[in-house]
């Protein structure tokens, strides 16, 4: 039995409701408890910020469009491969790449940055296997994955047909094929038109061929997911991105949540996650009208507590763009003309991939960066509003340091302002500068792990500091009681932890990794009585279409890591 | 200018990565230091001092640092690895990778040089006396940005792939080249004095080709536009212009399209 106490640390902890508070925080075996015995190990957090393990709801970091990237930038790699981490006495490993780091820097950065538990955001059905053994190969950090239905023949089928408890059925069943966590939705209807070489440009566009349109698509994946109560909601990457004047039509994709209550039993409350918000929050009608409908969009999201929302904010670097959304990686390509791969999964979805530059210096991306981080500095409710980058479409998850610091300082904000070339144009298109808003630290625990780890139905296992969660915990060497002028030293203090500690061993010390306890996939167990019919169109479809047989189709038990289910049982 | 002049006293079993022997990393330093630099051997890591023996000494900038290397040091990579000013001497051949990312300043090398001369550059000049290989002034792979700025000259021959994806500057092969020049470019100017074989401008957006011997094969992909009278590293000579690549996306300057060219001598 080994005992932890972290004594002393200002906490944060919105699940519990510790706003910064000196408290000690127990460990036991693995498990945050309310005491330990004298003979427990003991942390000095005194003068520093204790918060749980960080929980990323929306990320790209295992599987084959990921290992695409990777593929296809060895240029990604370039002069930054000298960086070593893990342990020493295992010779330590090669970390490499910066927008696309191998499995390990992916592990080793998030534990760094005090992350325990991130949400890999597309997983392509057929392509499991793939996301399963990177899973395996990514040190430290718990990992799920959503597989995508927003393009998928089934679902397109019975959601034209309002079959609603066969849709159930068949994402029940393709979750346990897959170790799927949750129902991921891709530019609805619009992946699988770009198979015939169109796009589903509004929630009203029909899908060639099964004339479904993406708003039945959507309202049908709210329905199949409260149908089943699975722990997150539907996970939506709506149409239209990335496009001026787009707002209108996350607008109308939102209105679609109108009406329905989440129905689940893990203390969920939102029936849609709209992620990467930031791209999908554009006024304008060409390049050069191009501006910020951060406040439109947020004014509508502070209202309808049923959405939850992750701002993927651009971070100003140059990155790696990768999403099943492939018409939309097409038109980006046609934009900075640099390499793309596309690719199609039959029956299922698609892909794309394209490097790009975000260069703080072109005045559209200035006002991409304003959008992202208005959006937080508008949200009203914490709880329901997340940092991510959509890593690494925005930009790495490695920067979220970074974000956190221009959104706790506006004289960051001013000074990243400042140093843009289209300056003048960003502020005339956005709100930014003359929003003061600064968020605390409170604010900062909701948006990283407390909102995320309840919107994923599980913060009774992450994000939280409360008694039975896991012990993950992150340590960082700010004194929450005399934060430092200098915004720097916040980025700085959020990018190398003092120490995380993952189900209740300590893996990261002074920014260095300690330990590589093995991690944990995390999937979703649906069980429900068979339901014959949509078993005979599973056999049918792979006799008919599928180029592999079904038997061959889904992932051996035994090819997943340390499986660890979240149960649900459908009557 | 002050002078360091390292002497190869010892040969490495493997090839040695010396990206330390840049003025960059020599200005300011004692000879003791300098040696004390690293040196990759595979995976090994030396130090320069391993290598070579010191003498002289270096200036209090990189522009006041001339380096020259004596001995036999062909299976040595990477001199002037990002060098941004001052000057290095290498009196052999050298192995791949000279002046590699190089933003200023100046090489020299007396024998030839191997793949990836001068790759990425963006300033400063490089005079191989002997022959370079493949890659002389592309891009790093993968990536989309050659070398922006600066002059290579080869006076012997080179490979294939010069001027991959480059963006500016100017190379100039005194001799033959083998296939592949100015694949992908978006800018810049590439001369050969001799022949080659083919795949001229493959791909290229923007650019400028001279070729004063044979294009044994010419790429469908251009079309002759008008015989010219131009000046070629200090000569004038009567070519026939070709433009293209008539298959590429082709960008707008004033109203008018602008073509990559192709300049071989009539
Ligand atoms: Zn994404």
Redesign the pocket.
Known sequence: MSELIIKNGYVFDPISGIKGDKADIAIKDGKIVDKVSAKAKSIDANGKTVMAGGVDI???VVGPKVNLGREMRPEDKLFRGSVRGGIVKQGKRMEMGFSIPSTWKTGYSYARLGYTYVNE??MPPLMAPHVHEEIRDTPIIDISAMPVFGNNWFCLEYLKNKEIENNAAYIAWLLKATYGVGIKC?NPGGTEAWAWGENCVNIHDPVPYFDITPAEIIKGLIESNEYLGLPHSLHL?GNNLGNPGNYTDTLDTLKLAEGYKAKNKFGRTQVIHN??LQFHSYKGNSWGTFGSAAKEVMDYVNKADNITIDL?CVTLDETTT??ADGPFEHHLQSLNHLKWANCDVELETGSGIVPFVYDKDSAVVGIQWATGLELGLYAKDMMRVFITT??P?AGPFTRYPRIIKWLMSNKARLATLDSMKGKAKVIAATDLASMDRELNLYEIAMMTRAGPARALGMSNMYGSLAAGADANIAIYDLDAKKLPTDPELIEEAFSKTAYTIKEGVIVVQGGEIVAEPPNHTVWTKVTMPENTQVMRDIKEKFTKSYTVNLENYAVFDDHVYRPRAIEVDVA | METVTMTLVQHPELYLECYSVTPDLFAGKSLAEIADLPAHEGKIVWKLGDFFKFDGKSGATAAETRIIVNGDVHKMKRFGQQMTAGEILINSAADMYVGCWMRGGKITVKGNADAFLGIAMEGGEITVEGDATNHVGSAYRGDWRGMSGGLIRVKGKAGNDIGTAMTGGTIIIEGDAFIHVLTHADGGTVIIKGDVEGRVGGQMVKGDAYVLGKILYPLPGFKKVATVEKECDGQTYTFDQYIGDLGERKGKKKGEVIYGNIYLKA
Request: glycine residues 6%.
């Open positions: 929306h990320t790209h955001a597309a891709v990457h992620t990467h993927g990768m999403t959509d890593h479409n």
